[in-house]
T-cell receptor
Framework: GQNIDQPTEMTATEGAIVQINCTYQ??????LFWYQQHAGEAPTFLSY????GLEEKGRFSSFLSRSKGYSYLLLKELQMKDSASYLC??????????FGAGTTVTVRA | ETGVTQTPRHLVMGMTNKKSLKCEQH?????MYWYKQSAKKPLELMFV???????ENNSVPSRFSPECPNSSHLFLHLHTLQPEDSALYLC?????????????????FGPGTRLTVL
């Protein structure tokens, strides 16, 4: 089966940096996605990695190491609106995304 | 606004009822997905339609019946559900990923239908 692990909860202070780790063991690999989901809302796409290395998009960056089965999402200059659940998902076939259970990030003033 | 809408947003039904969830995408995509999201659990893929044909069915009980009349609309017909089926049901759409550039198949989600089965 597929195994996607990420921490359940993280707390950080406004203006700080938080790194959310994701490790995966899947039968195939066609890319890794990060989504943000506010309570009661749709998951929204944040980033996509298919090659090793760092992808930067403004305050958010995502890193991938395929040999280690590891990714992280880095959130910089945290704002209160960044309080949400962050979902790591691996595409292990043409269509299928396997998701982790999500990391709830709470940003405190 | 993600371009994927779902109705209803909330639904309460008894175990003997029949109801349908509707999803519509305005993004010009040709693949659509149903996911189930239960509390504290990962999203579970239920069904995938690509070019209006079902391409994935992840061992979902027959009390869930999908329908994809065209590339913009997806339904999930529900009948004789169980209380453990209570969850958030999410629809997503993407470009068909098979044979195409990988990045273009990013899935975009609707806001979901919160289903409660009594």
């Amino acid at each position: 089966g597929q195994n996607i692990d990420q921490p359940t909860e993280m707390t950080a202070t406004e203006g700080a940096i938080v790194q959310i780790n994701c490790t995966y063991q899947t039968s195939g690999f066609n890319g890794l996605f990060w989504y943000q989901q506010h309570a009661g809302e749709a998951p929204t796409f944040l980033s996509y990695n298919v090659l090793d290395g760092l992808e930067e998009k403004g305050r958010f960056s995502s890193f991938l190491s395929r040999s280690k089965g590891y990714s992280y999402l880095l959130l910089k200059e945290l704002q209160m609106k960044d309080s949400a659940s962050y979902l790591c998902a691996v595409r292990d076939g043409d269509y299928k995304l396997s998701f982790g259970a999500g990391t709830t990030v709470t940003v405190r003033a | 606004e993600t371009g994927v809408t779902q109705t209803p947003r909330h639904l309460v039904m008894g175990m003997t009822n029949k109801k349908s969830l509707k999803c519509e995408q305005h993004l010009g995509h040709n693949a659509m997905y149903w996911y189930k999201q239960s509390a504290k659990k990962p999203l579970e893929l239920m069904f995938v339609y690509s070019l209006e044909e079902r391409v994935e069915n992840n061992s979902v009980p027959s009390r869930f019946s999908p329908e994809c009349p065209n590339s913009s609309h997806l339904f999930l017909h529900l009948h004789t559900l169980q209380p453990e089926d209570s969850a958030l049901y999410l629809c997503a759409s993407s470009q068909d990923p098979s044979g195409g550039e990988l990045f273009t198949d990013t899935q975009y989600f609707g806001p979901g239908t919160r289903l409660t089965v009594l």
